[in-house]
């Protein structure tokens, strides 16, 4: 089943803008991961942020989590067309289940070139 | 990261076959794999965890005959589709857990139209 939602489910921006992503849980986790599809293709790891941290930055990635409020954020900043991909962020199970990974809906990103 | 490949990366069957898709590991070891279902425009759903020298573990609502999971070595799994309908067709996409990366890599995944 699924952990949670994203939303936006889409969005659409000008190359070089700022892209900000949202992904909601619902049970307590050891870490978080972004993930990101191109169309028809598999997925390839972003970044991972555990439990205990509250932001983490990579490159033009920036994550931040609040596990107070479940949630998490990845902000992609200077977006280029290349950045055009769905994302998807995932929490392992927790305590009982922590080797699993729980997806979320997903963003399918567009960058306007 | 490591690398984690699929074959094949398409294959279309006629309703009633078996189809196997194989998932290894290029690089690293994985005592554990994960088999993923993505309908399109969708997230992936878990369908099962593979484990090295034992059983599958099925998520609920995923039938074991027949969706059949074989982990053989610590690089290679294998799904195999057993009596493939059209309501199985979807992408199909493997990982591989590297425990001390924390992470899973993924496969580029295998389409799967079923007529």
């Known amino acids: 089943s699924q952990q949670g939602e994203e939303d936006p489910q889409a969005l659409s921006i000008q190359e070089g803008e700022n892209a900000t992503m949202n992904c909601s849980y619902k049970?307590?986790?050891?870490?978080l991961q972004w993930y990101r599809q191109n169309s028809g293709r598999g997925l390839v790891h972003l970044i991972l942020?555990?439990?205990?941290?509250r932001e983490k930055h990579s490159g033009r990635l920036r994550v931040t989590l609040d596990t107070s409020k479940k949630s998490s954020s990845l902000l992609i900043t200077a977006s280029r067309a290349a950045d055009t991909a769905s994302y998807f962020c995932?929490?392992?199970?927790?305590?009982?289940?922590?080797?699993?990974?729980?997806f979320g809906s997903g963003t399918r990103l567009l960058v306007r070139p | 990261g490591a690398v984690v490949s699929q074959h094949p990366s398409r294959v279309i069957c006629k309703s009633g076959t078996s189809v196997k898709i194989e998932c290894r590991s290029l690089?690293?070891?994985?005592?554990?794999m994960f088999w993923y279902r993505q309908f399109p425009k969708q997230s992936l759903m878990l369908m099962a965890t593979?484990?090295?020298?034992?059983?599958?573990?099925?998520e609920q609502g995923v039938e074991k005959d027949k969706f059949l999971i074989n982990h053989a070595s610590l690089t290679l799994s294998t799904l195999t589709v057993t009596s493939a309908h059209p309501e199985d067709s979807s992408f199909y996409i493997c990982?591989?857990?590297?425990?001390?990366?924390?992470?899973?890599?993924f496969g580029p995944g295998t389409r799967l139209l079923v007529l």
């Open positions: 990982s591989a857990e590297d425990a001390p990366q924390e992470t899973q890599y």
């Open positions: 593979s484990n090295e020298g034992s059983k599958a573990t099925y």
């Open positions: 049970t307590s986790i050891n870490n």
């Open positions: 995932a929490t392992d199970g927790g305590m009982d289940s922590s080797y699993k990974l729980i």
């Open positions: 690089d690293f070891q994985a005592t554990t």
């Open positions: 942020i555990r439990s205990n941290e």
